[in-house]
């Protein structure tokens, strides 16, 4: 049952226009969200967070959108550069899970120039 | 400041050999996690500590063994590896919750 779904595998885009990744989770308990980013043979890298008492969150170019009742939330990438060309990954916790996360099973975002 | 280190980088084993992964953090952080990541899937926490001589199972320890001696360092041991086990291993550590990530050990069981 996987608690944290991203839907789509790939995307791509083109330079200077806008990426958006989109997640899923079932589980009512989470209350932190966050997003990864990751390049070939790294570790994945920390890129933005969101807590559940907020709807949004910006950080430069990268913001993160949470929409509570529907149990969605979506990175933004506004503009794209081909240096954004990795995969991503949200993942979540809740309280009390001695910080563990959940992931999403990622997406290959694709910026084209 | 090293933040999170693992070694090996890359591993070959046969099956039924064993070995030992070790992930080290600079960072003084309580909590040290071990995942391992297959293609199309996220990843999958193995096991946890939430503090020196503490251990956890995960979403996925069977075959695996874990032990937090210092609070620096986390060792992930595959006491009989199996083909299943082929993977890439990722170790990270926190103190609240955002996780910081090694760059992986890459392991192969033939």
């Known amino acids: 049952d996987q608690q944290v779904k991203q839907n789509s595998p790939s995307l791509s885009v083109q330079e200077g226009r806008i990426s958006i990744l989109n997640c899923d989770y079932t589980?009512?308990?989470?209350?932190?969200f966050l997003w990864y980013k990751k390049y070939p043979a790294e570790g994945p890298t920390f890129l933005i967070s969101?807590?559940?008492?907020?709807d949004k969150n910006e950080d430069g170019r990268f913001t993160v959108f949470l929409n509570k009742s529907a149990k969605h939330l979506s990175l933004h990438i506004v503009p794209s550069q081909p240096g954004d060309s990795a995969v991503y990954f949200c993942?979540?916790?809740?309280?009390?899970?001695?910080?563990?996360?959940?992931f999403g099973s990622g997406t290959q975002l694709t910026v084209l120039p | 400041n090293a933040g999170v280190t693992q070694t090996p980088k890359f591993r070959v084993l046969k099956t039924g050999q064993s070995m030992t992964l070790l992930c080290a953090q600079d960072?003084?952080?309580?909590?040290m996690y071990w995942y391992r990541q297959d293609p199309g899937m996220g990843l999958r926490l193995i096991h946890y500590?939430?503090?020196?001589?503490?251990?956890a199972k995960g979403e996925v320890p069977d075959g695996y063994n874990v032990s937090r001696l210092k609070k620096q360092n986390f060792l992930l041991g595959l006491e009989s590896a199996a083909p299943s086990q082929t993977s890439v291993y990722f170790c990270?550590?926190?103190?609240?919750?955002?996780?910081?990530f090694g760059p992986g050990t890459r392991l192969l069981v033939l």
């Open positions: 990270a550590s926190t103190s609240r919750e955002t996780q910081y």
């Open positions: 969101i807590s559940s008492i907020k």
């Open positions: 500590s939430v503090g020196e001589g503490t251990t």
């Open positions: 993942a979540a916790t809740y309280p009390g899970s001695a910080r563990q996360l959940t």
């Open positions: 960072m003084n952080h309580e909590y």
């Open positions: 589980n009512s308990m989470f209350d932190y």
